[in-house]
């Protein structure tokens, strides 16, 4: 959070050497450039009754689709106030208002797994498995129209069974789920069509689902990302770089990942991309690759298996069950904390400072499963979860870029004199969820004494101390306040301390 916050500046100009002195081994060289991430502070936030497995974004709205019946509003209990929506709504990405855009996506499973909006920002493509939505007959894809949320009945191709992910490129929509036809003609897992339908010639086999799909055409490549092994005959395990026009194999990646791991997102940001990988007592964690040559860039080694993943200014948003990061900079041992939310840096996979978390809820157990982030630059999370950082929330969150409302809790001061005219002060660092480096205040009779700037994690919190130099035998009392930066905790204390004679 540190470098977008203006107040800071002008506060810690006398901290700043001992802030960078002071990051510990927790904190990678990223977090010693600043910490560039969005709060960890929930926003208010409509409920959903069931899992949400993806999200979009397009004109101030934020649509929603999973597998759920009902919505309720930010605060409200299971089962009270709540509004029929059957697997799709949509809120106002600002004020989180529901909204009236509402067709019912039902039939099949009855289950939205993938939104996607057109370049332009017109259509909302929809995939899952479903044979209607709203009144019209569709088969598991089916487009709204963004400005009125009517159905389109000039886009539903025939798709034979669960859409799992959709991109939007050009003129193009790619289709990647289960299938082993589109529009009569064989196409395995994947697929495209128009804008109005039509199966284009794009084809590619592969031998098990597709899980996500994201396009670089200024690279020529679709890259594609799920549970299989063989693509147009090659070995390719999960993840495979595709023509985006024939569908060819441009590179395959039979290395990047073992056999019991599967891709379940990607991204890309223009010029690398990101998977997230689910693996079964196997790789776990994301991966950067670079789009113009399919090299890898990083690869983080966390345990905890990752559902999705968001490129933004610089940082990688993940969801997952983090339990084990220990390799990787920034981050945690094995603990029984399940860290549900991550943030990284792009350059070098740093774990930065930013730890708002979920619980695991409902469903697989797994907590988040999907994320957007809206052109206001407040990040939607969705999933099965019931609480987030500490407190009822069910399905939806959210995080803004600002303000940082978080502030420490104060520590616990203690102080002893051990030589004449010396007292020793000390606490253990507290922590903040979106902040790795605190400043502590010191009070020595009410009169503030001395600042210091640690970095800590919630895993991390080192003891602190501080050596004030008095009158050998006079009593003095103390107390400690800390600051994020933006937001000062109570101050405790006081302590009496009488420093030896
Ligand atoms: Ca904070």
């Given at each position: 959070m540190t470098s977008r916050r203006p107040r800071l500046a002008a506060a810690s100009v006398a901290v700043t050497t001992l802030a960078v002195a002071a990051l510990s081994t927790a904190a990678g060289p990223a977090a010693a450039a600043g910490e560039p991430t969005i709060t960890a502070d929930p926003m208010s936030t409509w409920q959903t009754n069931g899992v949400v497995w993806t999200l979009a974004h397009a004109n101030g709205v934020v649509y929603v689709g999973g597998t759920f019946s009902?919505?309720?509003?930010?605060?409200?209990?299971?089962?009270?106030?709540?509004?029929?929506?059957?697997?799709?709504?949509?809120?106002?990405?600002?004020?989180?208002?529901?909204?009236?855009?509402?067709?019912?996506?039902?039939?099949?499973?009855?289950?939205?797994?993938?939104?996607?909006?057109?370049?332009?920002?017109?259509?909302?493509?929809?995939?899952?498995?479903?044979?209607?939505?709203?009144?019209?007959?569709?088969?598991?894809?089916?487009?709204?129209?963004?400005?009125?949320?009517?159905?389109?009945?000039?886009?539903?191709?025939?798709?034979?069974?669960?859409?799992?992910?959709?991109?939007?490129?050009?003129?193009?929509?790619?289709?990647?789920?289960?299938?082993?036809?589109?529009?009569?003609?064989?196409?395995?897992?994947?697929?495209?069509?128009?804008?109005?339908?039509?199966?284009l010639p794009f084809r590619a086999t592969l031998d098990a689902p597709v899980r996500a799909i994201t396009a670089s055409p200024a690279h020529g490549k679709v890259l594609v990302g799920g549970d299989f092994n063989v693509v147009n005959g090659a070995s390719s395990r999960a993840l495979a770089a595709l023509d985006p026009t024939s569908g060819a194999t441009k590179k395959t990646f039979p290395n990047w990942l073992p056999s019991a791991s599967a891709v379940k997102g990607l991204a890309n940001d223009g010029t690398y991309f990101y998977l997230a990988a689910e693996g079964t007592g196997s790789f776990d964690g994301r991966i950067a690759g670079v789009l113009s040559t399919g090299a890898m860039k990083w690869r983080d080694a966390c345990l905890g298996a990752t559902q999705a993943v968001l490129p933004h200014k610089g940082v990688l948003y993940s969801v997952s069950h983090a339990h084990n990061c220990g390799t990787t900079p920034g981050g945690f041992p094995e603990h029984s904390n399940r860290q549900h939310l991550l943030a990284q840096s792009v350059a070098d996979k740093t774990i930065l400072p930013w730890f708002p978390d979920t619980n695991d809820g409902i469903g697989e157990g797994i907590g988040p499963r999907a994320m957007t982030m809206t052109t206001g630059e407040i990040l939607w999370v969705g999933g099965e979860f019931t609480s987030v950082n500490g407190k009822a929330q069910q399905g939806l969150t959210r995080f803004p870029a600002s303000p940082d409302t978080g502030a420490p809790q104060v520590p616990i001061l203690s102080g002893a004199s051990t030589a004449a005219g010396k007292i020793t002060l000390s606490w253990k660092a507290s922590w903040d969820r979106d902040d790795g480096t605190l400043t502590y205040r010191l009070y020595r009779d009410g009169v503030f004494l001395k600042a210091l700037s640690r970095s800590s994690r919630y895993w991390d919190r080192p003891t602190i101390s501080y050596t004030d130099t008095v009158t050998p035998g006079s009593q003095h009392r103390y107390s400690l306040e800390v600051t994020d930066g933006e937001n000062m905790s109570g101050r405790n204390g006081p302590v009496y301390v009488t420093a030896l004679g």
């Open positions: 009902k919505v309720r509003p930010p605060g409200a209990a299971p089962g009270t106030s709540e509004v029929a929506r059957t697997n799709f709504a949509a809120f106002d990405a600002t004020t989180g208002k529901l909204l009236d855009c509402a067709p019912a996506f039902t039939g099949g499973a009855g289950t939205v797994r993938a939104l996607e909006v057109s370049p332009d920002g017109k259509r909302l493509y929809v995939g899952g498995s479903f044979s209607r939505a709203g009144t019209v007959s569709v088969s598991n894809a089916a487009a709204v129209n963004t400005a009125d949320c009517t159905v389109a009945t000039s886009w539903r191709p025939v798709v034979t069974a669960t859409v799992r992910a959709i991109e939007s490129s050009g003129s193009t929509v790619y289709l990647g789920g289960d299938f082993g036809a589109v529009q009569g003609q064989t196409r395995q897992r994947v697929a495209a069509v128009t804008g109005t339908g039509s199966l």
